[in-house]
T-cell receptor, first 113, second 113 residues
Framework: SQQGEEDPQALSIQEGENATMNCSYKTSINNLQWYRQNSGRGLVHLIL?????REKHSGRLRVTLDTSKKSSSLLITASRAADTASYFCATNDRGSTLGRLYFGRGTQLTVWP | EAGVVQSPRYKIIEKKQPVAFWCNPISGHNTLYWYLQNLGQGPELLIR????????DSQLPKDRFSAERLKGVDSTLKIQPAELGDSAVYLC???????????FGPGTRLTVL
């Protein structure tokens, strides 16, 4: 079953704008990860944030984690047409086996040139 | 470095026929995963291997699905017989160890008619 739930389901913006996607989950986690999937392709790992971390940056990506609200957000700054893809959050739950990830349904991001 | 390789990329079969998918993980990766991804959903784990051993197969429908990872390298996932509801993308992923980043292959898109 799926643990994370992304919001919104779809997001459409212009190049240069920022894109924010949110993820909510239900149970305690060890870490939360964000992945990108281009149409017809496999998933690409973007960033991992551990349960004791509140914010991480990687290039134009910024991820926050609020364990009290069981939520995370992914911010993509200065978006480009090449950022068009589906974005998934995945949790490694406390008590589950190492490496077991639970994915949400994803946010479909479209960036218009 | 070559990524995770999967074949075939696409497969169309009639229901009740058998089908097999093949995965070659990244060299040196001990952990191998098979995921199922339905349209509009995130991936769901079917089975995880640590070397040759299946350590997490609780979500694998064992009446019709089987998997093997001979010699701890390549892996094959089989469905026999296939049902209409098996139409989906089957993703393979690998990681150095279970707690490390997972790298995904492009997937095999299965259509059962």
């Amino acid at each position: 079953s799926q643990q994370g739930e992304e919001d919104p389901q779809a997001l459409s913006i212009q190049e240069g704008e920022n894109a924010t996607m949110n993820c909510s989950y239900k149970t305690s986690i060890n870490n939360l990860q964000w992945y990108r999937q281009n149409s017809g392709r496999g998933l690409v790992h973007l960033i991992l944030i551990r349960s004791n971390e509140r914010e991480k940056h990687s290039g134009r990506l910024r991820v926050t984690l609020d364990t009290s609200k069981k939520s995370s957000s992914l911010l993509i700054t200065a978006s480009r047409a090449a950022d068009t893809a589906s974005y998934f959050c995945a949790t490694n739950d406390r008590g589950s086996t190492l490496g077991r990830l639970y994915f949400g349904r994803g946010t479909q991001l479209t960036v218009w040139p | 470095e070559a990524g995770v390789v999967q074949s075939p990329r696409y497969k169309i079969i009639e229901k009740k026929q058998p089908v097999a998918f093949w995965c070659n993980p990244i060299s040196g990766h001990n952990t191998l995963y098979w995921y199922l991804q339905n349209l509009g959903q995130g991936p769901e784990l079917l089975i995880r291997y640590e070397n040759e051993e299946a350590v997490d197969d609780s979500q694998l429908p064992k009446d019709r699905f089987s998997a093997e990872r001979l010699k701890g390298v390549d892996s094959t996932l089989k469905i026999q017989p296939a049902e209409l509801g098996d139409s989906a993308v089957y993703l393979c992923a690998s990681s150095l160890e279970a707690s490390d980043t997972q790298y995904f292959g492009p997937g095999t898109r299965l259509t059962v008619l």
